[in-house]
């Protein structure tokens, strides 16, 4: 639970991003549902389930949703899972519906999708009936925004989120008590920098959250495509042009530092102004809180050498 979640994501080469595409576009092509949500939901199936070596996509299905409550002997041949009601279904051509081959389970995912539309707010239904979790739906939607605004899947970069040139310091302090509201641990890295200093985004993701929280002041919350979930607290105002259900890329300027909150909306200056960052991973059950700090230092070094 405390090792860094963003350390245990296998790192995918080029290729690997490539052949994906293809797949999801040939698959869009069988069934018109868009690219992007079917990468969208294998990007979602990667981050939160057991990975196969074997194959490059991660999308699977329980075995009795996809040969048939009553298929015991898992039989492949896909009018026998048709007879028993599964819903696995052949993608290749080979009368064959095997859910560890790659076309095949997008062609069946696609398939599922398709039943309920291929419209956003369809979409959405089809993955509320699947998953039955507000949160994995908003993830996926919003993957799935930020694949179609890229037009890509290979968006592996990062920026530190505070500007190199800027005067800062931080250094670990996970677990740290904290004065305010009780005894909470400090659950994230304080980045110390002057008033007015530019913070940016980090990675790609979708503005899920902007305005005042009590302890936080003036916060913004950033869901990224890897569903991590970044808080940036105590800013001292946000970015003209933001809002909620943007996209943003790692470097956009999302707002600045300040000393906001620990009291009703517009408290300002009870600390030194600091950039207080947070992470949360969510596994498709529960959202937990992550040391940023080994983040914070590899994006640091990403940024030092761009
Ligand atoms: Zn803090």
Do not use: C
Request: charged share 20%.
């Amino acid at each position: 639970m405390f090792l860094s979640a963003e350390l245990l994501v296998v790192a995918a080469d080029s290729s690997t991003f490539d052949e994906r595409m293809a797949l999801y576009q040939k698959t869009e092509a069988l069934t018109q549902v868009p690219w992007y949500y079917l990468a969208a939901i294998d990007q979602y199936e990667r981050n939160t389930s057991e990975k196969s070596e074997e194959r490059i996509t991660s999308i699977t299905f329980p075995d009795s949703l996809w040969f048939g409550l009553e298929n015991i002997d898992h039989i492949t041949d896909s009018r026998i899972i048709g007879l028993f009601q599964g819903i696995g279904q052949d993608g290749t051509g080979n009368n064959q519906a095997d859910p560890m081959n790659d076309e095949d389970a997008l062609y069946t995912l696609a398939m599922y999708i398709r039943q309920y539309g291929i419209t956003e707010p369809d979409i959405k239904i089809a993955l509320w009936e699947y998953y039955q979790r507000s949160l994995t739906v908003k993830t996926i939607v919003q993957t799935a925004k930020v694949y179609r605004t890229f037009n890509t899947t290979e968006l592996t970069e990062h920026e530190f989120p505070v500007p190199l040139n800027y005067n800062y310091s931080y250094k670990n302090t996970w677990g740290d008590a904290r004065g305010f509201g009780g005894r909470r641990i400090h659950e994230g890295t304080d980045i110390f920098a002057g008033y007015g200093t530019p913070v940016r985004a980090t990675s790609y993701g979708v503005v899920e959250i902007k305005g005042w929280n009590r302890y936080g002041g003036w916060r913004i919350g950033i869901r990224d495509i890897n569903n991590t979930y970044h808080y940036y607290a105590h800013l001292h105002g946000f970015s003209d042009d933001l809002s909620v259900g943007d996209v943003v890329q790692p470097g956009d300027i999302i707002g600045s530092v300040g000393s906001s909150g620990y009291g009703p909306p517009g408290t300002s200056g009870k600390f030194p102004p600091h950039l207080h960052y947070g992470m949360y991973k969510d596994n498709g059950t529960n959202e937990w809180a992550h040391d940023p700090y080994p983040s914070l230092r590899a994006w640091e070094k990403e940024s030092r050498n761009r």
